[in-house]
């Protein structure tokens, strides 16, 4: 069973669309993430979500908007989509207390055209 | 802000001999620190956590340090072979930043035949 998944694995859109990636946990964890990978290979969080408490990077544009229906899930919505918006999205999970590894997703790759 | 560093060259190893990795920070030492491996295509994958009390953890074939004085973590692997080639991370586990982690950009580490 895959611990965290992340649907879709590519994801090709034109400028302006609005588009949603969705990641599933099956470890129990109470806390999930939404990380941007650029091209330079840098992890950046942009979401951490624990138990309805949202904690936002501030550099992050409000066109994205992490949606949790439930503990074991959180949806990235990504609205009027730019083509800086191109990266690689990842989705992790943990315990959420210190010192505890994180799990991530197998990556969407967005490509905005 | 808190600084992370790599060597972002590639690191090109002959088999069978030991690869060191070289993370660096700038400010104030981490709680924790732990190393992770990307594949290409794929989410970072955990490997190792050492404590700032901890000098040196092992597992199998893998070794961290860990010099707060420094405020640097060497990654080792002994015995390497072509199958550790990969993007190795480091990433700080800051209390003061609600336990997220920060990364580095990582070092692609290719070991030769």
């Known amino acids: 069973d895959t611990a965290v998944s992340q649907t879709p694995k590519y994801l090709v859109t034109q400028m302006g669309n609005d588009k949603s990636i969705k990641c599933e946990q099956n470890l129990g964890h109470d806390t999930m993430y939404w990380y941007k990978q650029d091209s330079k290979k840098f992890l950046k969080i942009m979401f951490s979500?624990?138990?309805?408490?949202?904690?936002i990077n501030e550099t992050v544009p409000n066109r994205f908007s992490p949606k949790s229906p439930d503990k074991a899930h959180l949806n990235l919505h990504i609205n009027s989509l730019e083509l800086g918006d191109s990266a690689v999205y990842f989705c992790a999970s943990s315990s959420g207390w210190e010192g505890t590894e994180a799990f991530f997703g197998q990556g969407t790759r967005l490509t905005v055209v | 802000s808190q600084k992370i560093e790599q060597n972002s060259e590639a690191l090109n190893i002959q088999e069978g001999k030991t690869a060191t990795l070289t993370c660096n920070y700038t400010?104030?030492?981490?709680?924790?620190l732990q190393w992770y491996r990307q594949d290409p295509g794929r989410g970072p994958v955990f490997l190792l956590l050492i404590r700032e009390n901890e000098k040196e953890k092992r597992k199998e074939r893998l070794k961290v340090t860990f010099d707060t004085t420094l405020k640097q973590s060497l990654f080792h692997i002994t015995a390497s072979q072509p199958a550790d080639s990969a993007t190795y991370l480091c990433a700080l586990d800051m209390i003061r930043s609600n336990y997220q982690l920060i990364w580095g950009a990582g070092t692609k580490l290719i070991i030769k035949p």
């Open positions: 979500y624990n138990n309805k408490e949202l904690i």
């Open positions: 400010n104030y030492s981490p709680a924790y």
